[in-house]
């Protein structure tokens, strides 16, 4: 299986994964960003902090971001629909 | 022959000789699983070093730790409660070594000697309050908090600082998606407590680290120091 590195970028630095994970694509890939984007917003929720994180950057064997997953992705959609007022 | 594992080391010298005579060395790589869903179970080790991890299964290849052993006591619980076999996967998620005694030897020797079926049951006792309490943390502590309680149970079941483990296997073990082991690890580096390389976390303030994980850390120890003797 290929391996994918998921680094954070939290608005102001990169949170590097270091170690990677073998992933079968990189449709797993994202599935693991937006899996772990739903966990941190529950757990914000729960405890009532802000989350400082912006978006999960996938990255290729070689370390070369291919692709991005923001948080906001992982919100359900009526609750975006409530945010903006629709 | 001394012994490191503090379940073997809290027996009576005689009774440590009953068992002794059944021992065998066995080296407990990363990865070997010990006990198989729903198999009978072979035998029972005593680890000297490393660390198993118990897992409760969710599918065929899905799961999250519910409890953990190394030299603070067995692999093979259910052999102590006249049980076969278990739902549970049990694997060595940090490798070490250990003795093995053959599980029909095993129940005999159980039969034979109360004292030892007695302190045995006693491990079981704390094993279960370890159990309930991550089941506590699960339910009410942050990634973050429970990542400081897992590193804490590690570390007691060691000697030194360096704990070798790959974020994979944090994110098994805490039932969290990687990126989640990563940011929680990165929190506790960013307040000082651990230092965390490519599959090394180094525990730098224990004391800080004990605090942090709140109520999760503590009491399970305690109690198996009450039932069994010193821990660490």
């Known amino acids: 299986m290929p391996c994918f590195f998921l680094h954070i970028d939290d608005g102001t630095q990169r949170i590097e994964d270091e170690e990677g994970s073998e992933l079968r694509d990189l449709a797993a890939a994202r599935e693991e960003a937006l899996g772990a984007a739903r966990q941190l917003w529950a757990a914000a929720m729960l405890t009532g902090r802000d989350i400082g994180l912006h978006a999960f950057l996938i990255a290729n064997e070689k370390d070369e971001v291919i692709a991005s997953v923001k948080m906001d992705d992982a919100l359900p959609e009526a609750l975006v629909r409530r945010l903006k007022g629709l | ?232």
Do not use: C
């Open chain 2, 1 to 232: 022959m001394g012994f490191n594992n503090r379940l073997l080391r809290a027996l009576s010298t005689a009774d440590q000789d009953v068992l002794r005579a059944h021992l065998r060395w066995s080296e407990l790589e990363r990865g070997t699983v010990l006990v198989s869903p729903d198999e009978p179970i072979s035998h029972v080790w005593f680890p000297e070093s490393g660390l198993s991890s118990i897992i409760a299964m969710s599918g065929s290849d899905q799961g999250i730790e519910v409890g953990l052993a190394g030299r603070d006591g067995l692999v093979g619980m259910p052999l102590v409660l006249d049980a076969d076999r278990t739902p549970h996967r049990i694997f060595m998620q940090i490798g070490g070594a250990g003795y093995s005694i053959d599980a029909d030897n095993f129940r005999q020797v159980l039969d034979d000697h109360a004292s030892i079926r007695k302190m045995l049951l006693r491990y079981v006792q704390a094993y279960s309050t370890q159990a309930t309490y991550t089941a506590l943390s699960n339910a009410i502590h942050t990634v973050e908090e429970r990542l400081a309680r897992w590193l804490l149970m590690s570390h007691d079941r060691q000697d030194d600082d360096e704990i070798s483990l790959t974020h994979d296997f944090l994110a098994l073990m805490l039932g969290v998606r990687r990126p989640s082991v990563t940011i929680a690890l990165h929190s506790l580096e960013g307040l000082g407590f651990i230092k965390a390389t490519r599959g090394l976390i180094i525990v730098r303030k224990r004391n800080e680290l004990e605090e942090f994980a709140g109520a999760g850390y503590g009491v399970p120890e305690a109690e198996y120091e009450r039932l069994i003797g010193q821990l660490r």
